[in-house]
C-alpha cells in the first residue's frame, strides 16, 4: 500500500539551534525526508538560527554533510538534495542578545505558517520567546516548539510553562514527545478507539496487568553529563512511558480532537496512585569484561543515578483498580525492544487438564525494532494422541501488512508536519507535563531523602534481578528481552 501524502500549507520554519546535534539528526534530515516523498510546498522555507558566524553557503554544505549522514533517501539523490537545501537559509542570531533578530524579521513572509522549533536548551526558551515576541517576529498566529526536557521537576517546569505563556497562548505551544511520533503509538489509539473488539475488554475484570517495556541497548555514553543529573526517572518515565500509559489506560475522548485526547491523559495522570518505594527497582549497569560501568560512561565515579528503572504502578480509578500497570525502562540492557503487553485473565473455568501452564492471552504492542501487533492465543498441538495445548501468536508486523519500508518515518517527520498542520494531538499541553512531573517528584525526592544506591546490573541483562522480584512477588512474571 503506497501511503497518501498530503501537501501540508507553505510555512516558514524557524530552527533555532540548527547546527546543533538534534537539528543536524533528526529535524532537518526529517524535513528532508517529508521534502522528498513530496509533502512539502513549493513556497516552504526553513531558516536556521545559531550563534556562530557562518555563511549560507557553509550552513547548506554542513545541512548536506548530515542529510548524507543520516538520511538514507539523500544518499544516491544529489539532485533532490541540492533543490532541498535551495529551501534553506542561514541567521546568525545572539538568543540572549540583540543581534540578529532584525536580520531574523527580513526573512520571514506574510501569509504563511510560521514556526519557531527551539532545538536548544531550556533554559533559552524563556529568552527566545520573549524576543520573538518584543521583535514582532511572533505573530498570533505562528507557533512555537519546545523540546524535551521539559524540566527537572514540576517548579521548573511551571517556571518554564510561565515563561513561554508570558509570549504565547497554550494553543501556540508545541511541547515535543518524540515517543508520540512512533507510528505504533499512533497505532494503539487506531487500535483501541477505531476496533470494536477490544474495548469491552480494556478494563481491570479482563486484564490481568499491563507491561511497559522501553529497554536500549545502548549506553548513556557521550550524554553522560545531562543523563547523570536526570537519570532514567527523569529522563525516559516522566515523559515517554508516561505517555505510552496514559494511551494504553484513558478512557475514550468524545472526538480526535487535541484537547479532547489531552484531557483524557491528564486524568489519568491524575489518577495514578503514589508509588511505595517497595515497588520500585532502580538499577545502574557495572562495568563487564571490554564495557565500561555507567559511572566510567557518566564520568562520576560516585554517581547514584539510576541508568535503568522498574516500577508497579496502580490507577485509582473504575476501570483499572485491581489491574497493575509494570514499568520498565533502562540503559545497557539485552536489547533494544519497547512495547505494551496486555496480559488477560485466565478463562474463568478451566477444562484442559495442563491449561495451568499456559500464559494466557496476551496483546503486544510493539513499538520497536519492527513495529506491530503480536496476539498471544492458546490453541491445541496439532496431531493424535491425546490433547494438548500450545501457545502461538498472530503476528502482524506493519510493514508487512502495510506494505512499507518499516521505519520509513521518523517521530520527528510526523510531528513537524503536525506542527506545520497546526494540530496538538500528538504533543505534551502544559498541565499534562505539569501532573507528571507532580507524581514523578516524590519519588525521586523520596530516593535522595534516603540516600539510597540502585543496585547493580550487568550490562547486556535484562537489569537488576529486584526487578525480576517485582512481579515474581505478585505471581507474574515479566516479557523476554528480545
Ligand atoms: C530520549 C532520551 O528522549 O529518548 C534518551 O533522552 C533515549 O536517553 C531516547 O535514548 C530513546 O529514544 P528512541 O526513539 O531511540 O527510543
Redesign the pocket.
Known sequence: MVSRVIPVDPFDLVVFGASGDLAQRKILPGLFHRFAVGQMPEAARIIGVARSEMSEADFRALVGQSLTGFSPSAADNAALVADFLEKISYVTVDATGESGWAELATRLREGVVRAFYLSVSPALFGVIAQSLHSHGIATPESRIVVE?PFGHDLKTAQALNADLRRSFAESQIYRID??LG?ETVQNLMALRFANALWEPLWNATHIDHVQIT?A?S?G?EG?GEY?DKSGAMR??VQ??LMQLLCLTAMEPPSRFRPNAVRDEKVKVIEALEPVSQDDIVRGQYRAQGDVGSYRDHAGNPQSRTESFVAMKVNIGNWRWAGTPFYLRTG?KLRARC?EIAVVFRDPPHMIFPDMASRRGNALIIKL?PDEGITLRNTIKEPGPGGFRLAEVTLDMTFADALEQEADAQD?YERLIMDVIRGDQTLFMRGDEAEAAWAWVDPIVTGWEEAGTKPSAYDPGSAGPDDALMLLHRDGRRWRELN
Open positions: 524535551k518524540h515517543y512512533k522501553v536500549e545502548l548513556v550524554r543523563y529522563d525516559m515523559n515517554h540503559k519497547s520497536q517521530a
